[in-house]
């Protein structure tokens, strides 16, 4: 039996962060695309919340975008004064290799996300039963 580490447990390095998904995604197999939500804490902490966002398209979209910088806003605002790290897992089915779609996800986040939140972000892709990053932390965001 696997036991999932706890959020006090420290994520050190874009491995770890890999691992992280893959505990908690357990086992990475879905039947619907979804977005997931985590956070770390300036420490690598995550916090103890995870949320799916299910039902997401198959690129993101302008009101998808905006509504995942609000709800990011807000718990920053409330749960990381010292600043922190959104981690995202893009959850679907089929096969665990990486696809155009996959793809242009990790681009249009990349182009709306590094300017707003400054490179603290990530996004992994959880199918077919493994979880890879498409687009890893920066070791800043997991160095402590």
């Known amino acids: 039996m696997t036991s999932l580490p706890t959020p006090e447990s420290p994520v050190r390095s874009a491995t770890e962060l890999t691992d992280?998904?893959?505990?908690l995604l357990d086992p990475p197999v879905f039947t619907a695309r979804s977005l997931w939500l985590a956070w770390l804490d300036a420490a690598g902490r995550?916090?103890?919340?995870v949320v799916p966002v299910d039902d997401v398209p198959l690129?993101?979209?302008h009101s998808?975008?905006?509504?995942?910088?609000?709800?990011h806003d807000a718990v920053a605002e409330q749960s990381l004064p010292d600043g922190g790290h959104l981690a995202m897992?893009?959850?679907?089915?089929?096969a665990a290799a990486v696809r155009g779609d996959d793809d242009e996800w990790a681009k249009t986040l990349q182009a709306v996300l590094d300017d707003v939140?400054?490179?603290t972000?990530?996004?992994?892709?959880?199918a077919g039963g493994g979880v890879t990053a498409l687009v890893p932390p920066p070791w800043r965001?997991?160095?402590r």
């Not at 992280?20 to 505990?23: F, H, I």
């Not at 998808?64 to 709800?71: I, P």
């Not at 897992?89 to 089929?94: D, K």
């Open 121 to 126: 972000w990530s996004l992994h892709l959880a």
């Open 59 to 61: 690129v993101p979209d």
């Open 64 to 71: 998808l975008l905006s509504g995942l910088l609000q709800f």
């Open 20 to 23: 992280r998904w893959a505990a």
């Open 117 to 119: 939140l400054d490179g």
């Open 46 to 49: 995550m916090l103890p919340v």
């Open 89 to 94: 897992a893009l959850c679907r089915h089929g």
């Open 141 to 143: 965001a997991v160095h």
